[in-house]
């Protein structure tokens, strides 16, 4: 496969998953917009490797030919559409190894632990598969420095936080509680009104509390934008896309009561893109 086929495969792939991100990377150049739809199928794979796996597979056999592809995309000659695509743009853009390797890390653990017991647990998990991605970013969007590293993983963190937010009642149905148990214990709020997709009194509570923690990484993040470079700032206009969209979905689930056990709590494509308008037209021209 050449590599204008891989990226038409990787464009297509991303295209149709419909994320929120699709309509942050339209306001990029193209050579930027490839990498990122790249990226995006990459991490979307491994994602459905574990989360959905095709009938008969191993999810840990398939985690570990994508590392020998990633491998491949970095040094030999790698045969998946989405690393042909890959070993292109990590070469263009300079991007760490280290980052797609803590990224598997990352989904790896979902093989293994469906509970976490501390915040600090749940942040190293909320770092590799979100916060990674964001140290990704920045080097397709061409902002390095520390702050802007800063400004990336406050936001991976609250994007994740608020991605377990919305998804509690569908990674309840599969076993699965991200929320700290110590958080649950402090709301006294059982296991079982998770899952079993209970409200009560004291699952708002927890939910409150969960939500303030995501407000205060939007915040951190916040204030890192605003400690980057006018250069940086234009930069990481389409992260801030992402925050914009993302911020207000968690408005969404504030102001529904928390009412996650039902249909998934989104924006309409209009919205998205009105919110994807305004805040790329703020960073050009103000």
Known sequence: ?????????????????????????????KASRNAMYTVYAFCKAIDSAVDEPPPGSNPKEELTRWRIELDAAYDGIPESPITISLAHHVKSFSIPKAYFEELIKGMEMDLFNNRYVTFDELSLYCYRVAS?????????????????????????????????LRDIGVDAGDGRIYLPLDDLRACNCPETTLLQKTYSPQFTALMQREAARAHQYYDKAHAAFTALSPTERRAVAVAEIMRGIYSRILDMIEQSGFQVFGPRISLSTTHRLVVALGIWFRSRFS
């Open 1 to 29: 496969m050449t590599a204008a086929e891989a990226q038409a495969y990787c464009t297509a792939y991303t295209k149709k998953s419909g994320s929120n991100f699709y309509y942050s990377f339209l306001f990029l150049p």
């Open 132 to 164: 990674v991605v964001g140290l990704i970013c920045l080097h397709i969007f061409g902002a390095t420095s520390p702050r802007a590293q800063d400004y990336a993983v406050a936001l991976g963190m609250a994007f994740q936080l608020t991605n377990i």
